[in-house]
C-alpha cells in the first residue's frame, strides 16, 4: 500500500491534519537552527526517516518544538467565568467563596462539557499533557467532580495525557477523603496553606498517599506575607515530612508564593531543605498575578516564587497557567505564549 | 516566564521539560527516543519570535499523531515592506515663538 503523503503547507492555509498519524517529518528546522527529517514510530521519534505505518508530513517552512505540559489546571473550575462577576476583584479567599457559591449547581455533565471544551484550548495551543486538580465538593456527591474528570481522561487517553489530582479541603472529613483516593486519580493533592492545621492537613495527605503509592502535589504557601517562622512554611512542612518518611514517590509543591518574598539568607536554606526532599516545584504566575497583592497601594508584590534561585539551586521547576475563566482567574487563557511572556 | 526574569531557554524548559518532569512523564520533542508530542509553528522568524507568541498558526502533534491544526487568515490594510517611492526624508520644524 502506497505510504500517504501529506504536506502542512501556509500558515495562513486550510488547517486538515487533526488525526493523521505520521511516520516521518521532512525538511522541518529543529531547535539547533537546522533543517531535518524526522522519523517517528510506535509514538517516539526516531533517528533518520521513518519506515513503519503512518504518514509521511512535509513539513518546509516550519520549525519544530517540543509540545508543552500544563503542570496544574483546575479543569472542574474552568470556564465558569460567565457565571459569576469578573470584575469582584478576587484574592484567593475570595475566589474560594466565589466558587463555592456556584459549585451547588455543578454536576458531572456539567464538569465534564466543560473540561473538554478546556482541553480542546489548551490542545489548540500544545499542551498535550495536563495535571488537574479536582474539588471534593462538601454539597451533593463529593465524588462528581474526581467521576467525571477520571472518564475523561480514559476518553481522551492516547491523545492528550490528563492527570487527576484530587483536591480535598481541610474541612473534608477523613472518611470522604479517604474514599476519594479510590476513585481512579492519579496524584493526591491538598491545600495546607488554607487549613487552620496545616500540619495535620499535610499529614493526611502524605498518610493517604504512602498508603496508596501515589505521587503528591499540594497547594503550598500560596501567600505573600512572610511574617511567620519558617518552620511554619508548607513547602517547609512537607519537605520534612518527605524526609522523615523516605517518601519515594514524586513530590509536587505548587505556587510557594511565600519563597518569592523571603530575603536570601530565609531561602537559602528552605531551598537547601526542598532540594534534601527532592521536591520540584510548580509556579503559576498568572493567576498569582492576579489573586496576590491587593491589599497593597504600591509597589504589589509579583506573586511570583523564586524562579530564579530555585532554578539555580537545582530544584525541578515547572510553569503553568492554572486557571481558566474561573473566579480565580476571570481572563486566564491555556497559551505557552503568554505564560512565558507575562512572567 | 521571561517577565519573571528566566532567560529565553529556561522559560521554554519551564513549561516543556520541566513540566513534563514535574508530571513524572518522560522527555517528549524533537530528539531520538523521546515521546513524539510536538508542536509545528512557522519558520518566519527566530526562537524569540516562538516565545513572544508572534505565530498564531500551529500543528500540533502527541505521541506521533496530529492532534490539533489551527491556521490563522489575516487581513492588514498595511504594507508587508517599507517601499516608499523616493527616500525622501523630511524635517518637522518645530515653530518657534515670534
Known sequence: MAVEQFSVGPPDGVAHLAGVALRSLRGVRLPDGTVADLGVADGRVTDGPGAGPGADLDATGWRVLPAAAEPHAHLDKALTGPRVDPGAGNDLVAAIAQWRTILPSIDAADVAARALAAVRRYAARGITAIRTHVDVPLDGDPMRGIDALVALRERLRGRVTLQVCMLAGSDVPDAVHAAAVTRGVDVVGGCPHLAPDPHREVTRALDLAERHGLPVDLHADEQTDVSLPDRELDVVELAEQVLARGLPQRVTASHCVRLGSLPPERLDPVLDLVARAGIGIVTLPITNLYLQGRDATHLAPRGLTAVRRILDRGILLGAGADNLRDPFNPAGAPTRSRRRRCS | ?98
Do not use: K, N
Open chain 2, 1 to 98: 516566564m521571561t517577565a519573571g526574569h528566566l532567560r529565553p531557554a529556561e522559560a521554554l524548559a519551564a513549561v516543556t521539560t520541566g513540566a513534563r518532569e514535574v508530571l513524572g512523564l518522560p522527555p517528549a520533542g524533537p530528539v531520538p527516543g523521546h515521546v513524539a508530542d510536538l508542536v509545528l509553528v512557522p519558520d518566519s522568524g527566530d526562537l524569540g519570535d516562538v516565545l513572544a507568541g508572534a505565530e498564531d498558526a500551529r500543528v500540533v502533534v502527541a505521541g506521533g499523531r496530529v492532534l490539533a491544526d489551527t491556521r490563522v487568515a489575516r487581513s492588514l490594510d498595511l504594507p508587508t515592506g517599507v517601499d516608499l517611492p523616493s527616500p525622501v526624508l523630511t524635517r518637522t520644524v518645530i515653530p518657534t515663538a515670534p
